[in-house]
């Protein structure tokens, strides 16, 4: 029957339980009303005729002799404890039981029905007595005096009256019960449990092609996962998009589309019997191959690509294997890398993921949880490198290095960046990196600048007039002028927003520099624009320029440019003495060295110290003479 027919079953059974249960609650309740108010009706007819049979005699004595002979007959019946007759002074003068007469019987509901004339029936008040008794008490005139008609019953025999009903309502809806539920599932149990597994199977089944869907495919994946895991079993994945499927079916027409879909899944489905292949979206399958490593899911790919390629059907194929300790969800990540790799090759082919894995960057779930908690924690520290006035052979400043601690597992801040960009964090990963360089800003010599990086998507968010950087120095209690901030030449194409973020800065006191100067287009149209302080040369230029003319003129280009617009150069990646020497050697225009400064690690690396004043650029073991010349 399955868990949804136990389901079902339960439902029906609590339902019709909760359903009978309340009905026998009601009915007994009414039931017992029913029955304390004939035994009420009763009682009022007694105390009528008692107030006949004495109403005829003058005499008290003789009234209350009439009075006890009534009592005597009420008495008589089934249940009946005690008849009696109390006058306003609560005393017993007329009961079925001589003993009684002359006894006090001073209760408040006694007290209630002399006072308020009302007559009162339900269970027996005095706790002296048996609390499921039942009592009838009724105000009474005989002859002008006032008395009080009293008379109790045993609960005992209304509750086996009651009982003896309530044992025939049981058995009744026991048997309603059951004829409820037979009669449920004869009309439409069996249907509706039918139509359960039905809709299961075509909730996990593709429509068209009759392979299992995306919902079948995560499930799957799971469980291979938990079983490479647990048993140590290889899983390959592979991951199949047909190459212009969409193109082909628009100009061929929708039944033309969905009849290549199936001569797709046939081919899929045509291989070794343990291969599960699934149809995960329109044009993309996925095939789960269980028992092989890297080199058979190699060729379990290369037989799937050949034997569409019979029926016409141009395919890329992505491929990886499930590494030890690597979650499948991951896999699947890896995996949809290599498959945009082969499409982005121009498609038809086969890449596996081990191929491309020191190529391409692949945020996993792992990584994003790593991401995750690096930013919950605020777990960045800061490196200064130095960056050297070199004609004064002075320490100019120091620009701010931010780095997600070790134990993230992170390889440097460009991973973490990378995540952040695509998990669109990029600006709150800016602002911890601010927040943690600030903070150590004081550490700083007073008379040195401090560069501080901000990528362009923090700057393209702020140009609509967020101050939270300027915010944040003022809290710091930096000055805005010692604050140079890095804007790399390869921004992307918002350069008009991001232009209108950096006036806002300069606006405020910062100084602008351009970062990676020579290694895009728009070098020379942000130095107009922006007319910065700094122009820092990347790297690949200044070490190029050594031995490669193009290289060399993007240089002189650059440096004749910065110095029209008054900017100060500084040269990036000076690592040896040959780099400095090409420096100190290159031609002065106007009596200014073409470079102003630099940085790199031959000059200083980056230290979590900051560098000291009169620390020697080149290293204690250089003197410095040698590597500043005139």
Same mark, same amino acid.
């Given at each position: 029957?399955?868990?949804?027919?136990?389901?079902l079953?339960?439902?029906?059974?609590?339902?019709?339980?909760?359903a009978?249960g309340?009905?026998?609650?009601?009915?007994?309740?009414?039931?017992?009303?029913?029955?304390i108010a004939?035994a009420?009706?009763?009682?009022?007819?007694?105390?009528?005729?008692?107030?006949?049979?004495?109403?005829?005699y003058?005499?008290r004595?003789?009234?209350?002799?009439?009075?006890?002979?009534?009592?005597?007959?009420?008495?008589r019946?089934?249940?009946t404890?005690?008849?009696i007759?109390?006058?306003?002074?609560?005393r017993?003068?007329?009961a079925?039981?001589p003993?009684?007469?002359?006894?006090?019987?001073?209760?408040?509901?006694?007290?209630d029905?002399?006072?308020t004339?009302?007559?009162w029936?339900?269970?027996e008040?005095?706790r002296r007595?048996?609390?499921?008794?039942?009592?009838?008490?009724?105000?009474?005139?005989?002859?002008?005096?006032r008395?009080?008609f009293?008379i109790?019953?045993?609960?005992?025999?209304?509750?086996?009256?009651?009982?003896?009903?309530?044992?025939a309502?049981?058995?009744?809806?026991?048997?309603a019960?059951?004829?409820?539920a037979?009669l449920?599932w004869l009309?439409?149990?069996?249907?509706?449990?039918?139509?359960?597994?039905?809709?299961?199977?075509r909730?996990t089944?593709d429509?068209?092609?009759?392979?299992?869907?995306?919902?079948?495919f995560?499930?799957?994946?799971?469980?291979a996962?938990?079983?490479?895991?647990?048993?140590?079993e290889?899983?390959?994945?592979l991951?199949i998009d047909?190459?212009g499927?969409?193109?082909?079916?628009?100009?061929?027409g929708?039944?033309?589309?969905?009849?290549?879909l199936?001569?797709?899944a046939?081919?899929?489905?045509?291989?070794?019997?343990?291969?599960?292949?699934?149809r995960?979206?329109?044009d993309?399958?996925a095939m789960?191959v269980?028992?092989?490593?890297?080199?058979?899911?190699?060729?379990a790919?290369?037989r799937?690509?050949?034997?569409?390629a019979d029926?016409?059907?141009?395919?890329s194929?992505?491929?990886?294997?499930?590494?030890?300790?690597?979650?499948?969800?991951?896999?699947?990540?890896?995996?949809?890398a290599?498959?945009?790799?082969?499409k982005?090759?121009?498609?038809?082919?086969?890449?596996l993921?081990?191929?491309?894995?020191?190529?391409?960057?692949?945020?996993t779930?792992?990584?994003? &949880? /790593?991401?995750?908690?690096?930013?919950?924690? *605020? +777990? @960045?520290?800061? =490196?200064?490198?130095?960056?050297?006035? !070199?004609?004064?052979?002075?320490?100019?400043g120091?620009?701010?290095l931010?780095?997600?601690?070790?134990?993230?597992?992170?390889?440097?801040?460009?991973?973490?960046?990378?995540i952040?960009?695509?998990v669109?964090?990029?600006h709150?990963?800016?602002?911890?990196?601010?927040?943690?360089i600030?903070a150590?800003a004081?550490?700083?010599?007073?008379?040195?600048?401090l560069?501080?990086?901000?990528s362009?998507?923090?700057?393209?968010? &702020? /140009?609509?007039?967020?101050?939270?950087?300027? *915010? +944040? @120095?003022?809290? =710091?209690?930096?000055d805005?002028?010692? !604050?140079?901030?890095?804007?790399?030449e390869?921004?992307g194409?918002r350069?008009?927003?991001?232009?209108?973020?950096?006036?806002?800065?300069?606006?405020r006191?910062?100084?602008?520099a351009?970062?990676?100067?020579?290694?895009?287009?728009?070098?020379?149209?942000?130095?107009?624009?922006?007319q910065?302080?700094?122009?820092?040369?990347?790297?690949?230029?200044?070490?190029?320029?050594?031995?490669?003319?193009h290289?060399?003129?993007?240089?002189?280009?650059?440096?004749?440019?910065?110095?029209?617009?008054?900017?100060y150069?500084i040269?990036e990646?000076?690592?040896?003495?040959?780099?400095l020497d090409?420096i100190?050697?290159?031609?002065?225009?106007?009596?200014?060295?073409?470079?102003?400064?630099?940085?790199?690690?031959?000059?200083?690396?980056?230290?979590?110290?900051?560098p000291a004043?009169?620390?020697?650029?080149?290293?204690?073991e250089?003197?410095?003479?040698?590597?500043?010349?005139?």
């Open positions: 029957m399955g868990r949804f027919g136990v389901r079953a339960l439902g029906l059974v609590l339902a019709l339980g909760l009978a309340l009905t026998y609650w009601a009915v007994s309740a009414k039931l017992e009303r029913n029955q004939a009420a009706t009763l009682h009022r007819a007694d105390a009528a005729a008692l107030t006949y049979a004495t109403g005829r003058r005499r004595t003789v009234r209350l002799r009439e009075a006890t002979e009534q009592l005597r007959s009420f008495s019946r089934k249940g404890l005690e008849a007759l109390v006058d306003e002074r609560f017993v003068v007329a079925a039981d003993a009684a007469v002359g006894r006090l019987d001073r209760t408040p509901r006694l007290i029905a002399f006072r004339g009302r007559t029936v339900g269970h008040a005095d007595r048996d609390q499921r008794d039942f009592e009838f008490i009724e105000p009474v005139t005989l002859r002008g005096t008395y009080a009293e109790a019953t045993d609960g005992e025999v209304f509750d086996t009256e009651l009982a003896s009903i309530r044992k309502m049981l058995i009744a809806s026991g048997f019960f059951l004829g409820a037979a449920f009309v439409g149990g069996r249907r509706v449990l039918r139509m359960h597994r039905f809709a299961l199977e909730a089944r429509g068209l092609t009759d392979l299992p869907n995306h919902r079948a995560q499930d799957a994946l799971r469980l996962g938990e079983a490479a895991t647990r048993y140590g290889n899983v390959a994945l991951l047909l190459d499927f969409k193109s082909e079916n628009d100009r061929h929708h039944r033309h589309g969905d009849d290549r199936k001569t797709a046939r081919a899929l489905v045509s291989g070794r019997p343990t291969d599960l292949a699934f995960i979206g329109g993309e399958f789960l269980t028992h092989t490593d890297e080199g058979g899911a190699r060729r790919a290369s799937l690509h050949a034997r569409l029926e016409q059907i141009a395919a194929i992505g491929v990886g294997v499930l590494r030890a300790g690597q979650s499948p969800y991951d896999l699947r990540e890896e995996v949809d290599a498959l945009y790799e082969a982005r090759a121009g498609g038809d082919r086969i890449v993921f081990g191929d491309i894995s020191d190529s391409v960057s692949v945020i779930a792992t990584r994003r &949880d /790593a991401f995750s908690r690096l930013m919950a924690d *605020d +777990a @960045v520290d800061v =490196a200064f490198q130095p960056i050297w006035d !070199l004609p004064n052979n002075r320490l100019l120091v620009e701010a931010a780095r997600p601690r070790a134990e993230y597992g992170f390889s440097g801040p460009a991973e973490a960046f990378d952040a960009h695509q669109g964090q990029v709150a990963l800016d602002r911890l990196c601010v927040q943690r600030l150590r004081s550490e700083l010599p007073e008379e040195t600048l560069f501080v990086n901000l362009p998507q923090t700057l393209d968010l &702020d /140009a609509d007039g967020s101050h939270w950087f300027g *915010d +944040a @120095v003022t809290a =710091a209690r930096v805005p002028t010692r !604050l140079v901030i890095e804007v790399t390869r921004m194409s350069t008009d927003r991001i232009t209108n973020s950096i006036r806002h800065l300069r606006e006191g910062f100084h602008i351009i970062d990676d100067m020579g290694s895009g287009n728009s070098g020379l149209e942000m130095l107009r624009e922006l910065p302080e700094f122009v820092k040369l990347d790297r690949s230029v200044v070490v190029g320029a050594l031995t490669d003319p290289a060399r003129g993007i240089l002189m280009g650059v440096t004749a440019f910065a110095h029209e617009t008054g900017a150069v040269a990646g000076i690592e040896d003495d040959d780099v090409f100190n050697t290159l031609p002065t225009r106007a009596g200014r060295p073409q470079i102003d400064g630099g940085q790199g690690y031959g000059l200083g690396r980056p230290s979590s110290d900051p004043l009169s620390r020697d650029p080149r290293g204690a250089h003197p410095v003479e040698t590597y500043v010349g005139s």
